[in-house]
C-alpha cells in the first residue's frame, strides 16, 4: 500500500479525532468542507458500538490541519493545531497527513471545558473509547470506512445506531460553562442517577456556549436545565437542581 502522503491533495483541510485511549479517526478534505468533526463522532458511534456520537471529544481530543495557497505570496501555507491533551501524537499526525515533521501548535482550550470530573462522567457511559489505543481509521469523502492497520486495508461496514429505545434513560444536561455551580450540578445529578436510577442510562452534558445550536433545539433558555429525551413523554427541570424532589420526578416513568 502506498503512503498516505503520497496520495495527498497539495492543498486540504485535515481533521482528526482521537479518543480518551489513543484511537485516531481522521479525513482529509480538498475542498474544505465544514461539519466534519459530526461526521468523525458518527463514525465513532458506528464503528464502536456507541450509544451516541461523542461530541463530547471534540473541543479536547481534536486536531486540525490547513494547507492553503498564499495569494500575495503564492507560497503554500500550513497551520497545524492540536488540543492538548493530544499533542503528543504529533508524529502520527504527520504520517497521516503527510506534513513531515511539521511542529504542531496547541489549539486553545476554553478554562474547564475538558475538566476531568466532566470526562470521569463520560468514561462510565462510553468505556470504548478509553480502550481504542489500535483504532486508526481514515474517512472518506464518499463515506467508506478504511482502517489503516499493518495488515491490508479492510473496508468496514458500519452497524446501524441503536433505537432510542434500547438506550433505557437518555438525559441531556444544559449547562453553561464550567465552574464551580456546573461541577457542583454534576456531582449531584451523577450521584442521584447512580442511587435512584435503577435502570441503563446516557447522561450528556452539553455546553450552550459551544453547542448554541443545541440548546435551540431542545427549546433551552437558561441553565442548568435537565431534559430527560427518553423515555417519552419528555421532562425537564430546569434552574436550581438541588431540589431532589424535582429530580425523583424526571426519573418516574410515564403514567400508564
Known amino acids: 500500500m502506498n503512503s498516505t502522503s503520497a496520495t495527498l491533495p497539495n492543498l486540504f483541510k485535515g481533521i482528526a479525532l482521537f479518543t480518551p485511549g489513543g484511537g485516531l ?6 475542498d474544505k468542507q465544514n ?22 471529544l471534540v473541543p479536547c481530543y481534536t486536531a486540525t490541519v490547513d494547507r492553503w495557497l498564499d495569494a500575495r ?7 497545524a493545531e492540536a ?5 503528543r501524537h504529533g508524529a502520527l499526525l504527520n504520517a497521516v497527513f503527510g506534513t513531515e ?15 476531568p470530573i466532566v470526562l470521569s462522567i463520560y ?23 478504511t482502517y489503516f492497520p499493518d495488515e491490508p486495508e479492510v473496508a468496514v461496514i458500519p452497524a446501524p445506531p441503536t433505537p432510542l429505545e434500547d438506550q433505557g434513560y437518555v438525559f441531556r444536561l444544559f449547562v453553561s460553562g464550567s465552574n464551580t455551580v456546573t461541577e457542583r ?6 450521584q442521584l442517577l447512580e442511587e435512584s436510577l435503577c435502570h441503563p442510562y446516557t447522561l ?25 429525551v427518553w423515555p417519552e413523554p419528555a421532562r425537564r427541570v430546569v434552574g436550581n437542581l438541588d431540589n431532589v424532589n424535582q429530580l425523583l420526578w424526571i426519573l418516574r416513568p410515564a403514567e400508564g
Request: charged content about 25%; some cysteine.
Open 25 to 30: 479517526v481522521y479525513c482529509i478534505d480538498p
Open 35 to 56: 461539519r466534519w468533526h459530526l461526521h468523525l463522532c458518527a463514525l465513532l458511534r458506528d464503528i464502536l458500538g456507541l450509544p451516541e456520537p461523542p461530541h463530547f
Open 73 to 79: 505570496t503564492g507560497q503554500v501555507q500550513t497551520v
Open 83 to 87: 488540543a492538548p491533551a493530544v499533542l
Open 101 to 115: 515533521n511539521l511542529t504542531w501548535q496547541k489549539m486553545p482550550v476554553q478554562d474547564g471545558l475538558c475538566d
Open 123 to 145: 468514561r462510565k457511559q462510553f468505556p470504548q473509547l478509553w480502550k481504542t489505543e489500535d483504532l486508526l481509521v481514515r474517512y472518506d469523502r464518499a463515506e467508506a470506512y
Open 185 to 190: 450540578t454534576m456531582k449531584i445529578l451523577h
Open 204 to 228: 450528556k452534558v452539553i455546553d450552550v456556549r459551544q453547542h448554541p445550536e443545541q440548546a435551540e433545539l431542545d427549546q433551552v433558555s437558561a441553565t442548568p436545565t435537565l431534559v430527560r
